[in-house]
């Protein structure tokens, strides 16, 4: 079953120091053997202006838990890893995570609307 590591950033001392340093962390992802997608978002600030909960994830994607577990003890992983420790200086969540299903339901309701007009 394809499985993700995902990283859930809290939110940095220096937000600014942060998003200057992240690139190189990205980099660093797609090196990573058997990485098969890297996803970066980053959340949205909330309205009243309080904390959120996180401040950016990074989401790596392997055919499946053998592949994602062989993967974190490369040297490729190691690199990664000590830059996200120097630099998530609020903190960092590391979870492996099985993924059930996706959906791009814009890419659907595209094909379901294409087959409609015909």
Do not use: C
């Not at 992802?29 to 904390?51: F, I, L, Q, Y």
């Not at 989401?59 to 830059?83: G, I, K, N």
């Not at 420790?85 to 094909?111: C, N, P």
């Amino acid at each position: 079953m394809q499985t993700k590591i995902t990283l859930i950033y809290d939110n940095p001392v220096d937000a600014d120091a942060f998003e200057d340093a992240f690139p190189e962390q990205l980099a660093a992802a797609r090196t990573v053997p058997g990485v098969r997608n890297v996803e970066a978002s980053k959340v949205w600030p909330k309205e009243d202006g309080s904390p959120t909960p996180a401040h950016r994830l990074l989401d790596l994607y392997f055919d499946d838990y053998d592949a994602a577990s062989a993967a974190v003890q490369t040297d490729e992983a190691a690199r990664l890893f000590e830059s996200v420790s120097k630099r998530a200086t609020g903190g960092v969540r590391i979870v492996f995570a099985a993924v059930e299903g996706r959906s791009d339901l814009t890419q659907e309701a595209d094909l379901l609307a294409a087959g409609s007009a015909r």
